[in-house]
């Protein structure tokens, strides 16, 4: 993509209300616009990082037998009634409406409930279990503060999947499955060393839920993490008969700031015998369904990365969910030639299906630079003095700053 | 994918309180769920006919320099004061919630104001100008009825572009890409034949602006169609005056039944003016910027496709936007050489990229038939009695009911 055709443009500053930096820096790059405190528009470079992070999410989650679908954002008032969700004294996020007829509706916070009861449709003998779906959902929560910027949003986008199985045995089988995958999402998008299994309180049916907590100042959770194990356990459950359970020694744990990237749960059959999901079993009796949840917060999750991986100068994105490989920055000025050869390195990058953003404007170095050390991307190649005649470009890592100095079939064969 | 592996399964009847037929069939065949009227959620089936009728649109609007964002749900309500839209008297399909801090905030119905407002930050200049940007956005609308199943929703995805350029020649040259680039999609799609450009009313900027109708009994508008001119009169605009400037006679035109896919219209400076989307121009001053505004109803153009092309036995996906394009159907019963014979077709097809769905279940033939008829999907490929020792499979076009018989190769060589 040429950049002179990016709508998008950089700003020195960010809005004076904005105080996280995840929001700061990608408002600044133009990757997100700020509609209010915790909504954000994701524009033309924000959209392509979201979707990465949503290919690679799908492909886990396609991996151990997930279907995707999509539920919607209204949601019947009788519903959540059936699991006493509905009264804002139980669940206070809750932004609410009513259609032209009085009936109240509410707008989905979370969706175990609906997608529940839907599958009463689905699953009715043990032949149908079990059943894994997921969905990407904007979800819609009216939270008092919003001042993390895309990390807890009043409207953000969240991978929400669902197990439907017949017994303890199967479910524990697809959590443990769900625990591999969702350690295989962290690595693939570059959080793997710093993102810990954390054990967390249960609800009413098991004693634990599991987080996925990625270690961060700017994580609003404390956690204490045992390196060795790479394991940590969250404050909430941290006292001496858990830590026994765990075989750990509270002098081992290191109290950290962390990130709730994920988390996954066992909702056991409460839900289900609320809403009245039951299959018949092989035994001919009627039983109802163990239902699992598992989340992964999918703007939060690119938050993380901006506060990860961000230094002084700007954003830094790992390859596989960066909005393009490459930067190719021309520094032609008024030499004809020295264009052509930026022009000609950009086609034969763009048909080797690299994804590549051209920073084809006529503005100085030193403005392109700045630009680039802000949007992040891995790889930047600069056409500059060495291109004519020496035909080579230069390939900086925007992680380390290593400079390499290569031909353009150099620059191909990687 | 196995079909044994789909845990959606068809029903023989839809809901009683389901009117349209395109839900009814969706419904049944485990396409979409009635969540509640007008609010559908979309399956696995459903969600990969969306993605295909994306993938057409997202490829037409980049071909003529589109730029994807994605807007959001939620809604300031000053922003819509500032254009007179926030009024229940003026705008009638307003869900409306609050914050906790008791600031009003809308849901989407539309989104011209506030991406206009956002390119506030953007387009200073002329040399800003022009740029086009859409999203696939899911709009809430309060429709006081909602019985046309996914073809007009309470809740429903669109694809909504908008153009900003410098004059109305500019203006005028994007517009009639934009006319193409519909036009592309709907043939695409399989329904060019039967959609028209139709002639509308205009707003307070235009005479006129147009609208994609497809015709179809099932259509809440009537047109007036000149099959010889390809183009067509919306009804409202039906007047001598309209006719002599198009240059067409009345005895020429067909009243006919039509479903509006697509509209396209110009908001001139109207909105720019309101909002304060001046540039600086070429001279040095400031102008407004010409907005121009393209819809397709993305969950109604699917709607329209199995109300279009449905026959008595089920839907009929055209290739393009079908679920998948082969359904295997293996009629092993009991023969194990035979239920390996089908096992290698898939992998075959699978192997060779082919999307196929398997039906690997341990049902009777007329079961399985009845389903493949109800799911629509464009090719059967029936392994049975032919299969050993003769190799072959028969091949039955779901449209025409035409029948093939084809050796393993043959079938991969298509």
Chains 1, 2 share one sequence.
Do not use: C
């Amino acid at each position: 993509m040429r950049q002179s055709s990016l709508f998008t443009k950089t700003r020195r500053e960010a809005p004076s209300d904005e105080l996280a930096k995840n929001a700061q820096l990608l408002i600044r790059a133009g990757f997100v616009h700020k509609e209010m405190a915790g909504v954000y528009a994701y524009l033309p470079l924000g959209i392509k990082v979201i979707e990465n992070i949503k290919k690679i999410v799908r492909e886990e989650m396609d991996a151990i037998g997930g279907s995707e679908i999509i539920m919607t954002a209204l949601q019947r008032k009788e519903l959540w009634e059936q699991t006493d969700r509905w009264d804002d004294e139980k669940v206070d996020v809750w932004f609410k409406s009513s259609l032209k007829n009085g009936t109240g509706v509410g707008f989905g916070w979370s969706h175990e409930e609906p997608i529940t009861d839907m599958m009463k449709s689905y699953l009715e003998s043990y032949r149908d279990l079990p059943a894994f779906v997921y969905q990407f959902q904007t979800k819609l929560r009216n939270e008092l503060r919003a001042k993390s910027g895309i990390m807890r949003g009043r409207e953000f986008v969240m991978k929400d999947m669902y197990s439907y199985t017949k017994d303890e045995a199967a479910h524990k089988a697809f959590y443990d499955a769900a625990i591999e995958a969702y350690h295989n999402v962290f690595k693939r998008v570059g959080l793997g060393d710093r993102t810990y299994l954390t054990v967390a309180s249960g609800g009413a049916f098991t004693q634990f839920s599991h987080e996925f907590q990625t270690l961060d100042e700017s994580g609003e959770d404390v956690i204490y993490v045992h390196k060795e194990k790479k394991i940590a356990v969250n404050k909430e459950v941290l006292t001496d008969e858990v830590l026994a359970q765990l075989d750990i020694k509270r002098d081992e744990l290191e109290e950290a700031k962390a990130v709730e990237v994920g988390n996954i749960f066992s909702f056991g059959d409460v839900k289900s015998k609320q809403l009245g999901l039951l299959y018949t079993a092989e035994d001919g009796e009627q039983k109802p369904v163990i239902l699992g949840s598992y989340g992964i917060g999918i703007t939060r999750l690119m938050g993380t990365l901006v506060e990860a991986f961000a230094d002084e100068k700007g954003m830094v994105w790992p390859e596989a969910v960066a909005p393009f490989r490459y930067h190719l920055v021309s520094l032609a000025g008024s030499d004809s030639d020295i264009a052509a050869f930026a022009e000609a390195v950009y086609e034969e990058l763009a048909d080797a299906g690299q994804a590549v953003l051209y920073d084809d404007r006529d503005l100085r170095a030193g403005e392109k630079f700045a630009d680039a050390d802000l949007i992040g991307i891995p790889w930047r190649v600069i056409v500059g003095r060495d291109a004519i005649p020496g035909g080579q470009v230069e390939l900086v890592n925007r992680a380390t700053g290593e400079v390499q100095k290569l031909t353009r079939q150099e620059l191909l064969a990687r």
